[in-house]
């Protein structure tokens, strides 16, 4: 039986999260999604996430699966949207998630996001914020399959990338 940690990444981890990263990117392609593009997230995206200490990955027997960015430092595109949301508290944002080509369809997306949940309420923050593409489909199905409501749209780099945004109480 497998065994799995989750934990902030490492300087160390890199090279395995840009192999997870670009194969996400590759999957985004295939499947005609502008979520990310040649030059974004770029490594140095990932370099700043795990100096930030926002970085985290979820392992499986130590190798690395999954990465994401989970933060509390807030979201200003966000501001948008500011009478849409249902409070102005504070809240844990989810950014850059991908999963390895070998792990994905076996829920470690969802497992990664439960954690980022568990941080939250540790934390006492009770919401959680999310946005993603409308072509990101495995995204919407996991927003949708974990609760999110819909609240918006928001956008990012000079409002020429329009995104849905979501939320929910944890």
């Given amino acids: 039986m ?12 890199i090279k395995r999260i840009w ?18 593009n040649e030059s974004y997230p770029a490594i140095e995206n990932i370099q700043q996430d795990i100096t930030a200490g926002n970085g985290y990955v979820l392992c499986q027997d130590n190798q690395v699966i999954v990465y994401g960015v989970i933060s509390f430092d807030g979201e200003p595109v966000y501001e948008q949207i500011k009478e849409k949301w249902s409070n102005s508290l504070p809240y844990v944002i989810v950014h850059r ?41 495995y995204m919407l199905q996991l927003i949708s399959s974990m609760g999110f409501r819909f609240c918006g749209n928001v956008y990012y780099r000079n409002n020429t990338e329009e995104r849905m945004a979501f939320e929910k109480q944890i």
């Fill in 2 to 13: 497998a065994s799995y940690t989750f934990r902030k990444a490492e300087e160390t981890d």
């Fill in 97 to 137: 998630l991908a999963v390895a080509d070998e792990a994905k369809h076996q829920g470690m997306a969802k497992k990664f996001m439960l954690q980022a949940e568990a941080i939250s309420r540790e934390k006492g923050v009770h919401f959680f914020r999310i946005d993603t593409k409308y072509d990101n489909k």
């Fill in 19 to 36: 192999e997870i990263i670009q194969q996400a990117k590759a999957q985004m392609k295939r499947l005609g999604s502008n979520q990310w």
